[in-house]
């Protein structure tokens, strides 16, 4: 009987150790890929410039189940459950207990995490540049845009305290590096169709 004990216990060992190890593993990556610059503060995903430039509102609830199982918070769960048993079995607690104090554990870090990361995206999410702020705004073609639609050029815009370029298309005439346009319409997340400015005084 105590081989037996013995050998779950040492299954379990390895269980929640490997768990430990590829939770941190995963934070550990994370957090050196943060470091260098590389990716953003999530698993690689920016959430609020994809919903912000399609319009979308994906709903409090979709934002609070995407915000509690992210690679984060996931990894942090596997993290704290395997550490959490680990340290359970090595202490000889009751493989049953231990398996549910570390579900327990783990559960509870992943939603201070998400929490956290929430807060965290909330936060940038308030410096972050709306293109469709920039709708009705006057602007400078900054390189040539093509009469009637038939290619795009680029503008600049002063749009939420700051300078910012869209591409544009035009419906008229050709419109020269340089010249005055109002952004008359967004066609796409990053691209408005613009018109001449003293076009829009008549």
Excluded at 39 to 68: K, P
Excluded at 165 to 170: D, G, K, L, M, W
Excluded at 177 to 182: D, F, I, S, W
């Amino acid at each position: 009987m105590s081989s037996a004990i013995l050998g779950f216990d040492w299954t379990m060992t390895l269980v929640y150790m490997a768990c430990a190890a590829a939770g941190g593993t995963v934070l550990v990556l994370q957090t050196l890929l943060l470091l260098f610059g590389i990716g953003d503060s999530d698993g690689g995903i920016d959430v609020h410039h994809d919903v912000s430039a399609h319009g979308g509102d994906t709903g409090e609830g979709h934002d609070a189940a995407f915000g509690l199982f992210s690679v984060r918070t996931v990894a942090s769960f596997f993290t704290f459950f395997g550490l959490t048993g680990w340290y359970g079995t090595s202490s000889g607690w009751n493989p049953t207990v231990t398996v549910v104090v570390a579900v327990l554990g783990g559960t509870g870090l992943m939603v201070l995490v998400a929490l956290l990361v929430q807060a965290q995206m909330r936060l940038q999410s308030k410096g972050n540049l709306d293109p469709r702020n920039a709708l009705g705004l006057p602007g400078r073609v900054y390189l040539r845009i093509p009469a009637r639609n038939s290619g795009l050029g680029k503008v600049t815009v002063k749009v939420q305290g700051r300078s910012a370029e869209f591409s544009a298309v035009t419906s008229g005439d050709e419109l020269p590096t340089g010249a005055l346009v109002k952004l008359v319409r967004q066609s796409t997340p990053d691209t408005f169709e613009v018109a001449p400015l003293q076009e829009e005084k008549r």
